[in-house]
């Protein structure tokens, strides 16, 4: 079945970095975007970036524009969130999710930039504190 | 970007009652939305796509519906297990953005 084990989190400083990992199994990786989700202790969920399906395309929220990247391996199955320049804000649990969008050479159905997502990794907390 | 007013924020039911949650969208963003319930410590689960459009083993009490720009998420008899939060989530645009969430308890 489909599984998402997002990894990586931890303890940092503030003005810190942080790599987050999300190994995908069970689905053909390369034919689908990839989301990353925030979620501040106690409080909603926040859509943070999306990479497509052949990571030729990457979307940020605001508030982490120039300091959080998204990238891909294929060959991994694996996403990833470089999160650069912390602040005491970032603090969350960071989930990755399975874009509902199916893509190939030949196109993505459905045909949108912006698309949801349906299956989730568990999560991984990063704290940012000194 | 599209704000997702979503009310209540929180409600107590009773086993078996009818349980309602609306979302409203700033603008118009046709069907594109879906729910999502999130129980403590867990990832969030889809249960509705496309504003009625039930995801795969999704029990069928759980329903969708739109009317303009206001959509509405039922359960139609409470069960114990679906204590939760509860998200709407629209799709139309970037950047996604989620209604604040509704917390339903047991009375």
């Known amino acids: 079945q489909v599984q998402l084990v997002d990894s990586g989190g931890g303890v940092v400083q503030p003005g810190r970095s942080l790599r987050l990992s999300c190994a995908a199994s069970?689905?053909?990786?390369?034919?689908?975007?990839m989301h990353w989700v925030r979620q501040a202790p106690g409080k909603g969920l926040e859509w943070v970036t999306l990479?497509?399906?052949?990571?030729?395309?990457?979307y940020y929220t605001d508030s982490v524009k120039g300091r959080f990247t998204i990238s891909r391996d294929n060959s991994k199955n694996t996403v990833y969130l470089q999160l650069n320049s912390l602040r005491a804000e970032d603090t969350a649990v960071y989930y990755c999710?399975?874009?509902?969008?199916?893509?190939?050479?030949?196109?993505?159905?459905?045909?949108?930039?912006?698309?949801?997502?349906?299956?989730w990794g568990q999560g991984t907390t990063v704290t940012v504190s000194s | 970007d599209i704000q997702m007013t979503q009310s209540p924020s929180s409600l107590s039911a009773s086993v078996g009652d009818r349980v309602t949650i609306t979302c409203q969208a700033s603008?118009?963003?046709?069907?594109?939305l879906n729910w999502y319930q999130q129980k403590p410590g867990q990832a969030p689960k889809l249960l509705i796509y496309?504003?009625?459009d039930m995801e795969t083993g999704v029990p069928s009490r759980f329903s969708g519906s739109r009317s303009g720009t206001d959509f509405t998420f039922t359960i139609s008899s409470l069960q114990p297990e679906d204590i939760a939060t509860y998200y709407c989530?629209?799709?139309?645009?970037?950047?996604?953005?989620f209604g604040g969430g509704t917390k339903v308890k047991i009375k």
């Open positions: 999710a399975k874009g509902r969008q199916f893509c190939t050479s030949a196109g993505c159905y459905p045909p949108s930039a912006s698309y949801p997502m349906d299956v």
């Open positions: 069970g689905f053909t990786f390369s034919n689908y975007g």
């Open positions: 990479i497509s399906y052949d990571g030729s395309n990457k």
């Open positions: 603008q118009d963003i046709s069907n594109h």
């Open positions: 496309d504003a009625s």
């Open positions: 989530q629209q799709y139309d645009n970037l950047p996604l953005t």
